[in-house]
């Protein structure tokens, strides 16, 4: 029996009832541990929306979940607020919010414990834990008293919840004894925070005896660490979120693996000690050279590959995939144990299709990479520390086994290992823009709504500087002057949620609309990059994906915040425009 159906009958009822009391007075012995306006909040069973409400009032980005739709429905009704992402999803599984790739600085369970069931409860608050940001916090009320049947609660005490929470690192900040601010004499309540000092599941220090003080054979243990590390910032969209784990599709795994290794062979720098030189790494067969002509950057989602070269990127990356699962997969393992951190579920390929395009179906085909969720997460928000350590120590080891054969082997590697990123390249969308216009229709400035003449910018929405990302649905129509001003701002989401009908205006005219090829690899690489959460999605759901990734840009890189001059009208705007002898760039 669940809770859902009690708040699904009586959703307006008890939303008048929680509208009734103050923020400021339910979470009196929480404001002083609050983190500083422009954390991120994740409110857990949100109910009416009012913490939510009042968090982003106050400053901050805010994630709201519950798993009623009437109570969702009277929230969204109650508090339409630009900085709340209203989301049904409840625990334990919590399945949704981890895809959003945030992590928090509070998460919020206001009169929520009682409803999750005492054998759930060590699960969900794994998974809670999973979501802090270092510092964050979590702050849990447990409703004393008899438990409401016609609810679906349960007995709740602050002894078991400090037990569970020794086990994931997290310490009790505070806890505190209240009335009931219902008035209800029978009921009361002890409101606890827990703290997380630092990442609190040990991945961290996992991740850098993996990279510096596992033995090493070769660097196909280096080689499979950043390329998850490398999915996990520039292709988490398309991963699969369970429990315990997050699944990479194995044919992902193996085409990061294709695109790092290949400029590494084609220069023969070796990549295993000299004593196993006249083996060769294992993967790099027929197959392999025969891709020769093929460039890493053109390995990408959305590409199509013809005839013989189909075939030989099917191949090799089937042949990648076994040595994966072999090799790196089966030796990196925990500490003082045999088994192994990564699990594959392998699949048996098929012949290769007579245009093969590098897709979800194709990607899944080989197989289910799993890595487990604490390191997925180190992965996703460490990055920034973790990758370049992961060059370094590959950087070592090709040095050790050139044994001083290869002049400037250090440079030439650490160049080779440079990650290809997307050209800035905003041709297509410029010839979108005239293609548009030759119809005789107009296309305004995204940000402005002003009318754009013979001269304005491709705008990359977020920005390119930062986050190298050249995909159709982040390149925008701009006016050059606006876009000057924005240069490499991060858009607010005030901003992003006013010029939404003129951004999925400018999509679905520039290439949704256009031949469904163009409407496929829209939405292939917008999956792939973007936190979707539907199969199917559509411009909106594109939109709301950009939203919750620009906070997670906001956070991880603290880029500086953008928005364009508002008040003005269309004419003077493009006056402006017309005015200006600026020659900007796109940002």
């Not at 339409?80 to 369970?109: E, H, Y």
């Not at 089937?318 to 072999?326: A, D, F, K, N, P």
Request: with cysteine; net charge neutral; hydrophobic share 45%.
């Amino acid at each position: 029996m669940t809770s859902i159906p009690y708040y699904e009958q009586h959703a307006a009822r008890l939303a008048d009832q929680y509208e009734s009391l103050d923020f400021n007075e339910v979470h009196a012995g929480l404001l002083d541990l609050l983190p500083p306006p422009g954390g991120i909040v994740l409110d857990v069973g949100a109910g009416s929306g009012r913490d939510a409400a009042w968090f982003a009032a106050n400053g901050y980005e805010v994630v709201a979940v519950d798993p009623s739709d009437a109570m969702l429905a009277q929230a969204r009704r109650l508090h339409p607020a630009d900085k709340i992402r209203w989301l049904p999803d409840s625990l334990p599984d919590l399945a949704k919010v981890p895809r959003l790739g945030l992590r928090f600085d509070l998460i919020l369970l206001s009169a929520v414990w009682m409803h999750i069931r005492p054998a759930d409860r060590q699960r969900s608050l794994r998974k809670l834990a999973t979501l802090l940001a270092p510092n964050g916090r979590i702050a849990i009320s447990l409703r004393l008293g008899a438990p409401d049947t016609e609810r679906a609660m349960h007995e709740v005490s602050l002894q078991e919840l400090a037990a569970l929470a020794r086990q994931f690192g997290l310490r009790i900040v505070q806890a505190n004894d209240s009335p009931d601010k219902l008035g209800r004499s029978e009921v009361s309540w002890t409101n606890v925070v827990l703290g997380l000092p630092d990442d609190g599941l040990g991945a961290l220090p996992l991740l850098r005896h993996l990279i510096l003080a596992d033995e090493k054979a070769s660097t196909y243990k280096i080689a499979l660490l950043r390329v998850i590390a490398r999915i996990a910032d520039t292709a988490a969209g398309l991963v699969r979120h369970e429990a315990e784990s997050v699944v990479i599709p194995l044919g992902l795994v193996s085409l990061f693996w294709l695109r790092m290794y290949k400029p590494l062979i084609e220069n023969q720098l070796p990549q295993m000690p000299p004593s196993r030189l006249g083996t060769g790494p294992g993967f790099v067969t027929d197959n392999f050279h025969a891709l020769r002509q093929v460039a890493p950057i053109e390995l990408g989602i959305g590409s199509v590959f013809m005839g013989d070269t189909g075939r030989h990127l099917h191949r090799s990356l089937t042949e990648i995939s076994h040595l994966i699962r072999r090799m790196p997969a089966t030796y990196l393992r925990w500490p003082a144990s045999d088994n192994p951190i990564f699990k594959i579920d392998w699949r048996r390929q098929t012949s290769t299709p007579s245009q093969l395009q590098i897709d979800e179906p194709f990607l899944w085909g080989f197989g289910d990479f799993h890595v487990p969720l604490d390191i997925w997460q180190a992965l996703t928000h460490y990055n920034v520390w973790i990758e370049p350590v992961l060059v370094a120590e590959w950087v070592r080891l090709i040095e050790a086994y050139s044994a001083d054969r290869l002049p400037d082997v250090r440079m030439l590697a650490q160049r080779l290992l440079t990650w290809a990123d997307p050209l800035r390249d905003t041709t297509f969308a410029r010839a979108a823009v005239e293609r548009i216009r030759a119809t005789g229709k107009t296309v305004y400035c995204v940000w402005t709504g002003a009318r754009l003449g013979d001269e304005y910018d491709i705008d990359h929405c977020f920005p390119f500087a930062a986050w190298p990302c050249g995909d159709a649905w982040n390149l925008m129509p701009s006016a050059r002057l606006i876009n000057i001003q924005k240069s490499n701002r991060l858009v607010t989401q005030t901003a992003l949620e006013r010029a939404s009908d003129r951004i999925t205006e400018w999509w679905a005219d520039a290439f949704i609309d256009q031949a469904e090829g163009q409407r496929q690899r829209f939405f292939l690489e917008a999956a792939q990059t973007l936190p979707l959460l539907v199969a199917s999605p559509g411009t909106a759901d594109v939109i709301d994906a950009m939203k919750i990734h620009r906070i997670r840009l906001s956070k991880d890189q603290g880029l500086r915040s953008w928005e364009p001059v508002t008040g003005r009208s269309r004419e003077s705007a493009s006056k402006e425009q017309s005015e200006s002898s600026d020659t900007g760039t796109a940002s």
